[in-house]
């Protein structure tokens, strides 16, 4: 969201959680025998800018992305909350394509071949077909969207992304009546993605949103991450971001887009469905199975001095996106 004026949603001060739960998660995947090497977490001592700056691109972005991004509507950061530097966005990540430990991303992602970069569109729509990366952006303005996300491991972030209301691309594609969810899937390709010549999570990576919450006006799909393009382990060109979500909803680097009339199955659902639902919205008073969701540790931080604060119910946006949900027992529908 791109928070101009003060709202009930924005980020508050105050504060979160341990790395413990970070190291559970994969001690799922060790016991699932679905990989190898323990996990830990190197301690991010960066000093988060008090501003949005813009970062230098890469070399060599294609001509019509840098103009977009260039040509943005911009935004500020009126929340008052520090945002998380981009060396800790883009160097603290979870692509399992990339390998399991934080750094792997960032260490391992250079391989992503970005272009040429085409997304398939499939199922109940009228415009379906093969879209390269520039037709996708061609109509759209790109804002500045400054969210929190929130990971399902209880850490969290403040990142300024750029990106276009999902909406706005998914009306193109004219979705029929019948459709009610859409899918959202991730580049299967071993030979650049070294995770995946392991089987460490079935592939490719699948996640869904109801078709309610796809078109609402705070999901994105985002192409840039303060100012410049997505790197490519920020799961670049093109990642879905809802930040009323855990983070895991929030497909990278996707190359198909589906309608569906029934809920589609999606990865971490279907690996651990009594751990990660399909709705995933941030609730604090559903706990993960083996850890709390009450408090969330916002990056940066130390491993001695961390940043606990509250988690907040739908992480904060609550006021806009509460109606979705209406009649629903949250507690099941996790
Ligand atoms: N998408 C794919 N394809 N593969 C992944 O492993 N991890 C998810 C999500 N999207 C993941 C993914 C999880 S668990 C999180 S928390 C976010 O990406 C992390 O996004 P970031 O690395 O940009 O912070």
Redesign the pocket.
């Known amino acids: 969201m791109l928070i101009l004026n003060r709202s009930a949603s924005e980020p508050r001060t105050s504060e979160i959680t341990s790395e413990t739960v970070y190291r559970q998660r994969r001690e799922l995947l060790k016991a699932a025998g679905l990989f190898g090497a323990a996990a830990f977490f190197s301690p991010l001592l960066h000093a988060a800018p008090a501003a949005f700056q813009s970062v230098p691109d890469r070399k060599n972005v294609p001509g019509f992305l840098r103009e977009k991004l260039t040509a943005r509507k911009g935004g500020q950061n009126a929340t008052g909350e520090v945002l998380t530097p981009f060396e800790v966005?883009?160097t603290?990540?979870?692509?399992?394509?990339?390998g399991l430990e934080k750094s792997d991303?960032a260490e391992n992602a250079g391989s992503l071949r970005m272009e040429p970069w085409s997304v398939r569109v499939e199922g109940l729509c009228e415009a379906p077909g093969l879209y390269t990366l520039e037709d996708i952006l061609k109509p759209h303005v790109l804002e500045d969207r400054i969210y929190r996300?929130r990971?399902?491991?209880a850490?969290s972030?403040v990142?300024p992304w750029q990106g276009f209301p999902l909406r706005d691309l998914l009306r193109r594609f004219r979705p029929s009546t019948g459709a009610r969810y859409v899918e959202f899937t991730?580049?299967k390709d071993p030979a650049q993605m070294p995770?995946q010549r392991t089987e460490s999570?079935p592939w490719?990576?699948v996640?869904g949103l109801r078709i309610d919450e796809a078109i609402h006006p705070l999901t994105i799909m985002a192409v840039g991450?303060y100012g410049r393009s997505?790197p490519p382990?920020?799961?670049a060109p093109l990642?879905?971001i809802v930040p009323w979500k855990?983070?895991?909803?929030?497909?990278?680097?996707?190359v198909r887009i589906r309608f569906l009339a029934g809920q589609p199955s999606t990865?971490?659902s279907k690996l651990a469905p009594a751990e990660y639902g399909f709705y995933a919205n941030v609730n604090p008073a559903v706990d993960h199975p083996r850890w709390t969701q009450r408090r969330e540790r916002r990056l940066p931080g130390t491993l001695f001095s961390p940043n606990w604060r509250e988690t907040m119910q739908f992480n904060g946006y609550g006021p806009e996106v509460a109606g979705l949900y209406r009649g629903m027992n949250l507690n099941r529908h996790f």
């Open positions: 966005v883009s603290y990540n979870n692509f399992y394509e990339f991303p996300f990971c399902v491991e850490w972030m990142v991730t580049l995770g999570l490719p990576y996640e991450v997505l382990q920020n799961g990642r879905l855990y983070g895991f909803k929030s497909a990278k680097s996707i990865t971490w």
